[in-house]
């Protein structure tokens, strides 16, 4: 069993930066692929960012050129540096583990959540 603890959130104003992480104990992350979801209120889950095993990566176009996503094997953490950031991106934003290894965009996918961590972004 995978705990995820994400942690990094908070209030920025727009065109500003924050970096998300997740932290994994109980299994070795890198063995996992990763992904960062995001839910705003009203609205549906939706994908932002995954890493596979291999350590690709795979984002969403709303925040691809923007986000970051990466992992630290040392740490057992993986991390969403998000930069410029829009009112749009406002969301609780969820890390997740799917033992299968390779990344998917689908939320079914995932075996294992976090908690969740609350990005709000002024305009």
């Known amino acids: 069993q995978v705990q995820l603890v994400e942690s990094g959130g908070g209030l920025v104003q727009a065109g500003g930066s924050l970096r998300l992480s997740c932290a994994a104990s109980g299994h070795t992350l890198s063995t996992y692929a990763t992904g960062w979801f995001r839910q705003a209120p009203g609205k549906e889950r939706e994908f932002v960012a995954a890493?596979?095993?291999?350590?690709?990566?795979d984002y969403a176009d709303s925040v691809k050129g923007r986000f970051t996503n990466s992992r630290d094997n040392a740490k057992n953490t993986v991390y969403l540096q998000m930069n410029s950031l829009k009112a749009e991106d406002t969301a609780v934003y969820y890390c997740?583990?799917?033992?299968?290894?390779?990344?998917?965009?689908?939320?079914?996918?995932?075996?294992?959540w976090g908690q969740g961590t609350q990005v709000t972004v002024s305009s």
């Open positions: 997740a583990a799917d033992p299968l290894g390779s990344s998917s965009r689908l939320s079914s996918r995932y075996m294992y």
């Open positions: 890493i596979s095993r291999s350590g690709s990566t």
